[in-house]
């Protein structure tokens, strides 16, 4: 049958509507000193790129990007693996209702992740236990770095581990009944069992590589949860705060009077990203060819 | 009123490197009933598929339905109909409606649907299950309703891809015989592709056998069973199929290990020479080769007894083995004509 | 011995998935009971003062009130967010589906020249960071006067929403077996006919999965609505940031209470549209890759 190339073309149109027209133009935009305060656009070549690559804010953001994007997505896997063999090893009926309530946090939207997990909240909880409950006199300082940091890397996971949960319980599904029962005959322990045979076939799953690097290209662009901390933590208008990823320095850029909308700058880092964010794709895809056609 | 030509026909799904149908040139006549015969992975299906439009040849070739050319006419406009061996039914819609689809489908139909699924569905038996979804059916009930709507465009061409391979031999056998009865009743010709010998052999009023992408051999049923062109045919027809037994030929005589044959023939070397099981007879003594018993086979009718001739093995078939035992020194005999001599490479010796 | 080592295995196995629960739900309890409270401490005053306030000291001025959920639903702006965040996510959605399933069925079942030129669009558009577009998004939109509308929103999210339903719908169209596309196809319908007619009805369970999977997606969207709406579009996931309970057009400082229970009321419908496409979530959020 010939390929009925019509039905692509209302899909092939809203790709160029909303994603490359867009972004070409960011990247002209990119290419020029321009402001809203002074909307003509003069060319400059990759001036503003040279500029970004210098500024010691930007690195700093790169560098806070890269922090929480390796912390949060190693936590997600492993938190999410852990969820799965908890899930598959209960009863059916357990299962359903477990599984049930540990994706419930895939739903929330990412900006109330930042408020489930504000310092006013979980925290001051756990505070009062450990201060006043508990004697102990000692507390969460949420206002240190490596406590934020942690606390912002735990809030993603917090919505993403139970879709590495799900993944992964997809591929214990698949790993054939008669390998464990091969094992049982020769009276293997689970922990055998675990180590190899499950273990192994959720690591060299294309799925689960599949997962890590769509989540990898996600959280790059992690906004939600360090935006909602720079508030927490009073640094909303803070250039280059320790939560400013690149995203939320974007952002600040973007929003405060401050700067003078340094636009052609702000695009500048959201073509740095793109590029992060189109590598990682193209690493996606030549795995996903092998997962899906 | 169709024939098919093909016309050095390829495809290949590897680029190129390896060719699923390898240059095939066949000539399918007016209303015949043709059979390709193959094991998987013989490249049947794809054939089929080619000559269905669901495949485009990758190199040059035609393929003629009469003396137009379809190359660049699509499935839906070549006026073929396609069983498969998965039914293929639309499990959404009913029986009727799955019936009916061909002619609701296609904007050029003329005739009115509901007579002509009331026909269809007499003429295969299943009046009673139109209003019932196909999930519901049994396999063969599925299969008269893939039958009935292939029947109802009426094609020029019916292509059959393995349509009993999913069912049990009983059902197997019943279908059979209404099929080889509907072509007899339609003549349409029908381009029908398995596995199965004995499909081909009682379906067939022709067999082509495809081997590694190439038809090696093209006949009616009796000129495949009597003189197969290679030794793989003759492996292939024949239950239990034909013995091939390595010799070695010299001035008119075939030696199996230490034993001689009289037979006049051209070759000399070491050759194969070809014997069907049914076509050998156990005696007493003084027959043309003797072994010892290795074990039986019991086949109900009959019984298949398997001698050792000092290195070969060779099926005998008879009908009773009363007084031999495994172990016994026998004796067996057969007419030198029924003797088929093939090349090592398989070819066979004419 | 065996009985009694399995039965403790058993024990730790469902304490482990009770913590597990908590560690989920925990959070979320805190932010449904402190939206049922009045805070007398200014913003961000925080959950630890309560608590000591009530248990430890005996004293503090926190009471149980359905005051702000009232206010939301009752005196201001929820339900006008509601309604502005079904329209835009549905009216997306719709355009996504209208214009991604016929593509699906295409890259399902067809290989052309171009094929992976679509697909790496889909899913760069799936992963690309907000700013790469935003800009021109919100430049044009200024200039066009799409800026905080419907249409112009609904336009945005197509970034989010016509990936996921045309590769969502890719895969559930090469789920139906190849032979019943053949069967159709050879019986002499067109590809518009086997689209909406037996492709369509058999993979309507995934398109109704895509489809919600998609909404709830723009619907916890936070990023192109803080830039794009503005009062006359603003949705749920920027109200809850921005404040419910005053009339959407007004900006101010929020209060940590109001702040919950907003949360709380932004994910209730989330949850349950999620739970209930729960068998497609993995699929959805792999773009096809887990089944």
Redesign the interface.
């Known amino acids: 049958m010939k390929t009925p190339y019509g039905f692509l073309i209302p899909t092939l149109f809203l790709i160029f509507l909303v994603g490359i027209g867009p972004v070409l133009q960011s990247f002209l935009l990119s290419l020029s000193e321009f402001s809203l305060l002074n909307p003509s656009m003069s060319p400059v070549g990759f001036h503003n790129y040279i500029a970004l690559l210098t500024d010691s804010i930007f690195w700093n953001a790169i560098q806070v990007t890269l922090f929480l994007v390796i912390g949060s997505v190693l936590l997600e896997l492993i938190v999410g693996i852990f969820l799965a063999l908890l899930i598959t090893n209960s009863g059916s009926r357990s299962r359903r209702v477990f599984s049930s309530i540990f994706v419930i946090p895939i739903a929330i939207a990412p900006i109330v992740t930042g408020i489930l997990w504000s310092p006013n909240s979980v925290f001051d909880d756990l505070n009062t236990l450990l201060y006043y409950g508990l004697s102990l006199g000692a507390y969460i300082d949420t206002s240190i770095p490596s406590t934020y940091y942690s606390l912002i890397m735990i809030s993603d996971a917090y919505i993403w581990a139970p879709l590495f949960m799900l993944v992964t319980v997809a591929i214990i599904h698949s790993i054939p009944k008669e390998l464990y029962e091969a094992a049982d005959v020769m009276g293997a322990s689970a922990w055998t069992k675990f180590q190899k045979i499950t273990f192994p076939a959720i690591i060299s799953s294309p799925i689960i590589v599949v997962t890590l690097l769509l989540r990898t290209a996600d959280a790059f662009r992690m906004f939600e949860v360090p935006y909602a901390w720079s508030f927490w933590l009073g640094q909303d208008s803070i250039l280059g705060s320790p939560v400013d990823t690149v995203s939320v320095l974007m952002w600040k850029m973007f929003s405060s009077t401050l700067y003078d909308f340094p636009i052609a700058q702000i695009t500048a880092m959201a073509i740095v990203l793109l590029i992060i964010t189109l590598a990682t794709c193209s690493l996606v895809l030549r795995r996903y060819s092998n997962v899906l056609e | 009123m169709t024939s098919i030509s093909l016309q050095s026909i390829s495809k290949s799904f590897d680029n190129n490197k390896n060719f699923a149908v390898n240059d095939i040139t066949l000539k399918i006549l007016d209303k015949e009933f043709l059979v390709i015969l193959g094991e998987s992975g013989s490249g049947k299906s794809s054939l089929l598929r080619l000559i269905a439009g669901l495949e485009e040849p990758t190199l040059p070739g035609d393929i003629l339905f009469d003396s137009k050319n379809m190359k660049e006419v699509p499935p839906r406009n070549r006026d073929v109909s396609m069983v498969f061996q998965s039914y293929a039914l639309f499990p959404n819609m009913t029986v009727f409606d799955n019936i009916a689809f061909p002619l609701v489908a296609s904007e050029s139909n003329k005739l009115d649907v509901d007579t002509e699924v009331k026909r269809i569905s007499s003429l295969l038996k299943i009046e009673d299950l139109l209003e019932r979804k196909p999930s519901t059916l049994s396999g063969g009930e599925q299969q008269r309703v893939g039958l009935g709507r292939a029947i109802i465009k009426q094609p020029k061409v019916f292509l059959m891809d393995e349509p009993l391979s999913n069912l049990d031999a009983a059902l197997r056998a019943e279908l059979r015989t209404e099929i080889k009865k509907l072509h007899n009743k339609l003549q349409v010709t029908t381009v029908y592709v398995t596995h199965d010998q004995t499909e081909a052999m009682t379906m067939a009023d022709r067999i082509a056998i495809l081997k590694d992408g190439k038809i090696i051999q093209v006949g009616t049923p009796e000129e495949i069973y009597n003189n197969p062109a290679h030794s793989s045919t003759a492996e292939f027809i024949g239950s239990p199929p034909m013995n091939l037994i390595k010799v070695q030929a010299d001035n008119n005589i075939l030696t199996v290990g230490s034993q001689k044959i009289a037979f006049s023939n051209s070759a000399s070397g070491s050759i194969v020479m070809g014997l069907r099981p049914e076509n050998i007879t156990v005696v007493g003594n003084n027959g043309k080769l003797s072994g010892t018993v290795s074990f039986f086979e019991y086949l109900g009718d009959s019984k298949i007894i398997n001698l050792t001739i000092e290195d070969e093995l060779i099926k005998i078939k008879v009908s009773d083995t009363t007084g031999i035992s495994i172990g016994d020194k026998l004796s067996i005999d057969f007419n030198v004509e029924d003797i088929r001599l093939f090349h090592v490479n398989g070819n066979s010796m004419k | 011995m065996s009985q009694f080592k399995k039965n403790n295995?058993r024990y730790i196995?469902?304490m482990?998935?009770l913590a597990?629960?908590l560690?989920?739900?925990?959070?979320?309890s805190?932010?449904i009971e402190?939206g049922f409270r009045v805070d007398i401490g200014p913003l961000?005053?925080?959950?630890?003062?309560s608590?000591?306030g009530e248990f430890?000291q005996g004293q503090g001025g926190i009471r149980f009130s359905t005051i702000e959920y009232v206010k939301a639903l009752r005196i201001e702006a929820y339900p006008r967010l509601l309604i502005n965040s079904v329209i835009i996510a549905g009216s997306s959605v719709l355009?996504?589906a209208?214009?991604?399933v016929?593509?699906a069925?295409?890259l399902a079942?067809?290989n052309?020249r171009g094929k992976?030129f679509?697909?790496?669009?889909?899913?760069?558009?799936r992963?690309?960071?907000?700013?790469?577009?935003?800009?021109?998004?919100f430049?044009i939109y200024g200039r066009l006067g799409l800026f905080d509308t419907y249409r112009g929103m609904a336009?945005?999210y197509?970034?989010i929403n016509?990936p996921v339903l045309?590769l969502m719908m890719r895969?559930f169209f090469?789920d139906i077996?190849k032979?019943?596309y053949?069967?159709?196809?050879?019986?002499?319908?067109?590809?518009?006919?086997v689209?909406r007619?037996?492709a369509l009805?058999?993979a309507l369970p995934g398109l109704a999965a895509a489809a919600v999977f998609a909404f709830?997606g723009t619907?916890?969207?936070?990023?192109y609505a803080?830039?794009l709406t503005g009062t006359v579009t603003k949705t749920v996931?920027r109200g809850?940031?921005s404040g419910f309970s005053e009339s959407i057009e007004s900006f101010k400082i929020l209060e940590?209470d109001e702040?919950?229970a907003g949360?709380t009321l932004?994910?209730i419908p989330?949850?349950i549209?999620?739970?209930a496409v729960?068998k497609y979530?993995?699929r959805g959020?792999?773009?096809?890759?887990?089944?």
Do not use: C, D
């Open positions: 295995t196995r469902y482990l998935l597990a629960s560690w989920v739900l925990w959070p979320i805190i932010m402190e961000f005053s925080g959950r630890g003062a608590f000591i430890f355009v996504a209208l214009a991604g016929p593509a069925f295409t079942l067809y052309f992976p679509i697909t790496y669009s889909l899913l760069a558009l992963t690309i960071s907000p700013f790469a577009v935003l800009l021109p998004f430049l336009i945005v197509l970034i016509l045309t895969g090469k077996p032979e019943i053949e069967a159709a196809f050879i019986s002499g319908a067109s590809n518009s006919y689209l007619r037996v009805p058999l709830v619907w916890n969207e936070f990023f803080l830039f996931s809850v940031w940590f702040l919950n949360g932004a994910i989330a949850v549209l999620a739970l729960q979530l993995a959020l792999t773009l096809g890759a887990a089944k």
